[in-house]
């Protein structure tokens, strides 16, 4: 099921999950297990060499999981893709085989926030730096580039300000300096986006939101497109270089365009163990069937909403890239054609207590913290998420004192306004 002729939907059913080839079942059994029995004394040591596929142990490779991962490869249009944890795992892996000790990143200042306090505070405790830009400006990738760079990392699409980089230009730059371009594409999906298409060498998932798409599983991935040469510079080591831990295998020579996926199962999960739950795999799989009608009814709901909010007299502004008065709304027409998402700021008029009062009278709306669900959420962040930092931080991070971030759901869109509306309405009161 990698015919490249099937469309987007019958790949988001069908790619990974043929009927079991012992039982006949039809659905993806859960493979809750921990070992997997070899045939023989060679065949293990076959496997512990890396001279044959199969599975040793679930820190490493899952029939569960690698169903996840056939699927999710597809869907980008990559070669190979590891499963993780969570999302933010996945960002840690896609970088640990790229990166040692005093290598740097350059990255977008629009991240998710979660992704840069990892590269503010966790990351310099590995050795590694990280370089943050305004991706606005694609030139400032080149700039802060230096010999010691490993990757570029952006989103496709923001979280939470709506931000659309410019995939190709970046790209472009990537490549300029021999570096892969790690893509978070979290919010846009591959339903909305693949950039792949745009000269993306990494994409990383968290699939905890629109992926599985009912706000139950924890879940990360790394999709490689196999299209980086990992001898360039001889800045990637562990890949194209002898790696000790498996007899000075040299992975690109073995592997090709599957070092990369190789590298990170055979090394990076073994080692660092952040490996997915077979069970929220199935569930994510099982979410996936739907990617392309719920992300159909997330963006069409998420305009609608916008279209509402910008005309409402007690809204400052609204900041979805979907909308024409949007900053980003030709970069959105052309990378993401299909629909901005579902996740966007907007302010209210009256600033913080305003803000908090339409949470707190929000019905329909869940106040919390997460996004991609089927429901839909709400979160004031000056109160949450971004409470620990100063005001002027807050403002930079775009988390201001009147900002109030959606995650739209897939209910009736008339419902999804009307509770706005009546919020709104008690907190101008
Ligand atoms: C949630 C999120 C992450 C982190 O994923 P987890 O699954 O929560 O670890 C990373 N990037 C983006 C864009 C996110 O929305």
Known sequence: MTDKTYG?????????????????????????????????????AALFNLQTVGFIYSRLTNPTNAALETRLATLEGGRGCTVTSSGHAAQVLALFSLMSSGAQIVASSRLYGGSLQQMRNTYPKFGWKAEIVDADQPENFKRAANENTRAFFIESLANPGGVVSDLEAIARIAESVGVPLLVDNTLATPYLCKPIDYGATLIVHSTTKFLSGTGTSMGGAVVDSGKFDWTRGGKFPSLAGPEPA??????????????????????????????????????TMLGMETLGLRMERHCANALAVARFLETHSAVAWVNYAGLPSNKYF????????????????????GGYDVGVKVVDNVDLFSHLANIGDAKSLIIHPASTTHRQLTDEQRVAAGAGPDVLRLSIGIETVDDIIRDLAQALEKATV
């Open 8 to 44: 987007f939907e019958t790949l988001s059913i069908h790619a990974g999950a043929a009927p079991d080839a012992t039982t006949g079942a039809r659905a993806l059994p859960i493979y809750q297990t921990t070992a997997y029995a070899f045939d023989n004394a060679d065949h293990a």
């Open 246 to 283: 498996y007899h000075g295998l040299n992975f690109f020579e073995t592997f090709g365009d599957m070092a990369y996926t190789f590298h990170s199962h055979a090394v990076g999960l073994r080692d660092l163990g952040p490996s997915q739950a077979p069970f929220n795999s199935w569930i």
């Open 330 to 349: 030709a970069l959105a027409q052309k990378y993401l054609p299909k629909g901005a998402g579902s996740v966007f700021t907007f302010g209210v008029k």
